[in-house]
């Protein structure tokens, strides 16, 4: 099959995000992880075959994720064959980085990870305390210094509820201003059941940058084709800030996003009402091309615009929510 052939919406593969477990070393309050696995999760050779099929599909780009992947055995040796085997483009990880001290920072950065994003919720020990993350403040702070003294590529992840962390916005542009760190502001999301979201928790992307545009004027840089965030530029040349508003101002016409979970379903929205199981194609016994006719029909029957939908919708109806967790899915 021709590498590029669209979904249903004309949308073409172009990112595969692979979890790598579903537990978690944090309980965030928006996020609620599973404390164990699945009972059979992908081995290095399957995530492999996967990612090397995904490839062949059109993705370009690979984001490792969780769960917590660091928790995950097997991540160095994964992103060292990856690029070995120069599958993709571009390795991503999403981390908490509560276990990122330095040796592993050098030893993901030597494996050939590309960029890191690491989750942060607050610009004190408090808030992110408050936020379910427990006392993992200093060292995550510390994970930003041993990713940049790494020299690897790095932006902040910090998902904004209204009536949780929304005094943070500030305290933590200023804080990644100093640290020299795009810092990524999310709009709270109704993935899963456990997260009791409410639309009132929301505090949408253009509350947030008037709130910083009030400190630090901004100039719109706009999204990239394909990308979840809009970036802003501060206009003092204090660098880069950037919102994903999947609430506000949802991105599914261009959503280029396959999801597999660490036992191997794969979704093809964060919010899709059930996963297929690749597994049976992932057996090494099996040859790629099986695996290959199943993500493409998968892919070519895909539909998914739940977040335009959501929008769309009255204000007074309940909107559905995912069945599945964010942890599971990998976010
Ligand atoms: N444990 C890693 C971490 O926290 O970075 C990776 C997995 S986590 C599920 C991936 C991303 O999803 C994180 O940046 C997290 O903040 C975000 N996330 C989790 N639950 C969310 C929600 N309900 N709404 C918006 N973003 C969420
Ligand atoms: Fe863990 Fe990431 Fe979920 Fe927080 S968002 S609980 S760090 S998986």
New binding site residues.
């Given amino acids: 099959m021709p590498p590029s052939t669209p979904d249903q919406l004309g949308r073409a593969l172009g990112v595969l995000r692979l979890?790598l477990t579903a537990r978690?070393n944090?309980a965030?309050r928006?996020?609620?992880?599973e404390s164990q696995d699945p009972p059979t999760l992908l081995t290095h050779q399957q995530r492999l075959k996967l990612i090397g099929v995904a490839a062949r599909l059109g993705c370009r780009r690979l984001r490792l994720?969780?769960?917590?992947?660091l928790l995950a055995p097997g991540l160095a040796p994964l992103i060292q064959a990856v690029k070995a085997l120069n599958l993709v483009e571009d390795v991503a990880l999403?981390?908490?980085?509560v276990l990122l001290d330095r040796p592993l920072a050098r030893r993901l950065k030597q494996a050939g990870l590309d960029r890191i994003?690491?989750?942060l919720?607050g610009a004190d020990p408090q808030a992110v305390l408050r936020m379910g993350g427990g006392n993992s403040f200093a060292p995550v702070l510390a994970a930003i210094g041993h990713a940049q003294a790494v020299d690897l590529p790095i932006k902040i992840?910090?998902?904004v509820m209204a009536h949780g962390n929304g005094d943070q916005v500030i305290p933590m542009a200023r804080l990644c201003r100093e640290l020299g760190v795009e810092l990524?502001l999310?709009?709270?999301?109704?993935?899963?059941n456990r997260?009791g979201?409410r639309p009132q928790q929301v505090l949408t992307a253009a509350a947030m940058t008037t709130r910083i545009a009030r400190h630090w004027p901004l100039q719109p840089m706009g999204r990239q084709p394909g990308a979840t965030a809009r970036r802003w530029r501060y206009l003092d040349g204090g660098g880069f800030v950037s919102t994903?508003a999947?609430i506000s101002e949802p991105f599914c016409g261009d959503c280029n996003r396959l999801r597999v979970t660490a036992d191997g379903m794969a979704y093809t929205c964060l919010f899709a009402s059930q996963g297929t199981d690749l597994k049976p194609a992932l057996d090494l016994r099996q040859p790629d091309a099986i695996l290959i006719r199943q993500l493409h029909s998968l892919w070519r029957q895909r539909q998914d615009r739940y977040s335009e939908e959501r929008r769309s919708q009255q204000t007074n109806s309940t909107p559905r929510r995912s069945p599945a967790e964010?942890?599971y899915?990998?976010?």
């Fill in positions: 979890s978690c944090l965030c928006y996020c609620r992880p994720t969780g769960g917590e992947p999403t981390s908490n980085g994003t690491i989750s919720d992840n910090m998902v990524r999310i709009e709270y999301m109704d993935v899963g997260n979201w994903i999947s964010m942890a899915i990998g976010g």
